[in-house]
Nanobody, 125 residues
Framework: QVQLVESGGGLVQTGDSLRLVCVVS????????ISWFRQAPRKEREGVAC????????YYVDSVKGRFTISIDTRESTVWLQMNRLKPEDTATYYC??????????????????WGQGTQVTVSS
């Protein structure tokens, strides 16, 4: 049973930075695809950033390109989301999600069967 635990959320001001952390346990990292999703009140969940450990490829939604960076430490089974120049529209609950598939590539519509409990990010204007 793969478990994901997020941390690092908080209340910040516009322009500030936060680093979210997702610790993965209970599964191998070799072919793991890990994504960060977010959901704001009254909005649909959206994929934010993804990393495929198979080849290290990453993918970002347009709204965060140049501001957010996803990275992974396979030995520590940890994924980070560095968020810079935060905006009020980044306010949401952020979730990390994962699946493992040989040759898996980043795709927000992938079979993400494991999810964390979420961490709240609030950006004040």
């Amino acid at each position: 049973q793969v478990q994901l635990v997020e941390s690092g959320g908080g209340l910040v001001q516009t322009g500030d930075s936060l680093r979210l952390v997702c610790v993965v346990s209970g599964g191998k990292m070799d072919y793991r695809v890990i994504s960060w999703f977010r959901q704001a009140p009254r909005k649909e969940r959206e994929g934010v950033a993804c990393i495929a450990n198979y080849d290290g490829s990453t993918y970002y939604v347009d709204s965060v390109k140049g501001r957010f960076t996803i990275s992974i430490d396979t030995r520590e089974s940890t994924v980070w989301l560095q968020m810079n120049r935060l905006k009020p529209e980044d306010t949401a609950t952020y979730y990390c999600a994962s699946y493992s598939l040989f040759g898996g590539r980043c795709d927000f519509d992938g079979p993400f069967g494991s999810w964390g409990q979420g961490t709240q990010v609030t950006v004040s204007s």
